[in-house]
């Protein structure tokens, strides 16, 4: 489903809990923590290791692929949790990011009964948890990052600001260009909807109404007059289409004046 972690050959690094008042309190990168990698959440340490790494005595047999099994060896990792020593055993591809395959949690060579479930050990009640947070890369691909973590309190799942931020444009997009497809509809039109953002042509407008030429606050909603809106170079009644090029900002009570007035729902 994901192309290939880009991350899967940089050096070993620690993921940390960042101080309270941190724009994104947990550190991520790629697509999971690869070997060698330590995570720490809220004081809690996973070190994440190679299977073939360990000696062969400490390998539960059950995460030792049998015959008819579809995994090898070569391919399973494990988070062991500094604090209890318990182990947490997972399948990965190439690049050593989990696959959906997960072989059990063990405490020595005892699996525990629930995989995620509480297990006392070092005088702690623990549980093992799957940390998943949305992200995207600078391409504005939205990717995944999972580690299997252990703790005294789950880190739920979360999107990072950017993924946030990402998802709230794209619902304005899909949002404006549904509204115009709507009307466009309701006219009688056909034409060309692009799908586009209203915030970023407000931006690239500079905030400033394209009709009146004055400043419009962005604080303003609709229904207030003075809202922004996006108003059609060319009316999509007069043959315009609703583009990046044909649309521009302005004043909702410009636009209405103009004839053009299409509210758009921010
Ligand atoms: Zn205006």
């Keep these: 489903m994901f192309s290939p ?31 060698g ?44 949790h500094t604090q209890t020593g318990a182990a947490f055993y997972y399948l990965t591809d190439h690049t050593w990011t989990p696959t959906s395959l997960i072989l059990g949690a063990f405490l020595g060579l005892k699996p525990l009964d629930d995989t995620f479930g509480p297990f006392e050990a070092e005088g702690g009640t623990w549980r093992w948890y799957t940390e998943i947070i949305r992200d995207v890369d600078e391409t504005d691909q939205e990717y995944t990052w999972t580690a299997f973590v252990c703790g005294k309190e789950s880190v739920p799942r979360l999107w990072t600001p950017a993924y946030a931020a990402r998802s709230e444009r794209l619902q304005r997009v899909s949002r404006a260009a549904g509204s115009y497809a709507a009307r466009m509809r309701e006219l009688g039109l056909e034409a060309t909807v692009e799908r586009l ?56 009570i410009c636009n209405l004046h103009k004839g053009d007035y299409f509210p758009v729902d921010l």
């Design 37 to 80: 990698d330590v995570v720490e959440r809220h004081g809690s340490v996973i070190a994440v290791h190679r299977a073939v790494d360990l000696p062969d005595y400490a390998i539960p047999w059950q995460v030792r692929p049998h015959s008819g099994s579809s995994w090898q060896l070569e391919q399973v990792a494990l988070s062991v």
């Design 197 to 252: 953002d209203p915030l970023a042509v407000y931006e690239r407008d500079g905030w400033i109404c394209q009709i009146c030429k004055t400043a419009v606050e962005r604080e303003r909603a609709w229904p207030d007059m003075w809202c922004a809106t996006l108003d059609h170079r060319i009316p999509l009644t007069a043959g315009g289409e609703h583009t990046l090029l044909n649309v521009q900002l302005a004043h909702w």
């Design 5 to 35: 972690d880009p991350q899967g050959a940089r050096p070993a690094r620690a993921f940390r809990t960042l101080p309270a008042g941190s724009l994104f309190p947990y550190e991520i990168q790629g697509y999971s923590p690869k070997p």
